[in-house]
């Protein structure tokens, strides 16, 4: 079946500029997480959708970073002004329900800031 | 919160050989601890992962073992080959409405 999708795939930017990227999780998933990969760095949690519930950003780095789901399926994060310092890879996952943790990744979304 | 610590951040095997990789975690109310394997360019893929009620699990060449007593977890790959080559990572997380928290995960170099 259909996985966690994401777009666009590469996104490079000029500093400044604002980016929406997407995900779409695996059908039926309540839970979906975006994380945060720097180069040969582990995964840093951003924020989590948990069905109708608030969602927890207790993981956005600064309130340029804002994210929403729609309709409980897709998510757009947004990251407002740029810095350089936003270049990563940012990862979507999804889950069935929260409680059962197992979180599917999808491949990720390779921002550049220049 | 939760810390997850993950040795080594490189390792290089030869083929056919073990690999073990080894974190701890700081919460006590931790019961939950996937491993993930990333390839180049590729988002993480769940491997093989344990609860706190079991002590070991196996997947044909891959196993996992938990010690909370200790709080740590090892990931085990025997007859190690070139396709196993990719970033591992361990993770954590309670049985509450929080997310992963990840090591920052071992690079694993399988020669042939």
């Known amino acids: 079946g259909a996985g966690v999708s994401q777009s666009p795939s590469n996104k490079v930017t000029e500093k400044g500029k604002d980016v929406e990227l997407r995900c779409d999780p695996i059908?039926?998933?309540?839970?979906l997480y975006w994380y945060r990969q720097s180069l040969g760095q582990g995964l840093e949690f951003l924020i989590y959708?948990?069905?109708?519930?608030?969602?927890?950003k207790s993981g956005l780095p600064s309130d340029r970073f804002s994210a929403e789901r729609t309709g409980g399926s897709v998510s757009t994060l947004t990251i407002q002004r740029t810095q350089q310092e936003d270049s990563a890879v940012y990862l979507c996952a999804s889950s069935f329900l929260a409680v059962t943790d197992t979180q599917y990744f999808g491949p990720g979304t390779r921002l550049t800031v220049l | 919160g939760e810390n997850v610590e993950q040795h080594p951040s490189t390792l290089s095997v030869q083929e056919g050989d073990s690999a073990v990789i080894k974190c701890t975690y700081s919460d006590s109310a931790s019961n939950y601890f996937p491993w993930y394997k990333q390839e180049l360019g590729k988002g993480p893929q769940l491997i093989i992962d344990i609860r706190s009620n079991v002590g070991e699990k196996k997947d044909q060449r891959i196993a996992v073992t938990l010690n909370k007593t200790a709080k740590h977890f090892s990931l085990h790959i025997t007859e190690t080959q070139p396709e196993d080559s990719a970033v591992y990572f361990c993770a954590a997380k309670d049985s509450g409405n929080t997310p992963l928290v990840f090591g920052k995960g071992t690079r694993l170099s399988v020669i042939a």
């Open positions: 959708f948990q069905g109708n519930s608030a969602p927890d």
């Open positions: 059908s039926g998933h309540t839970a």
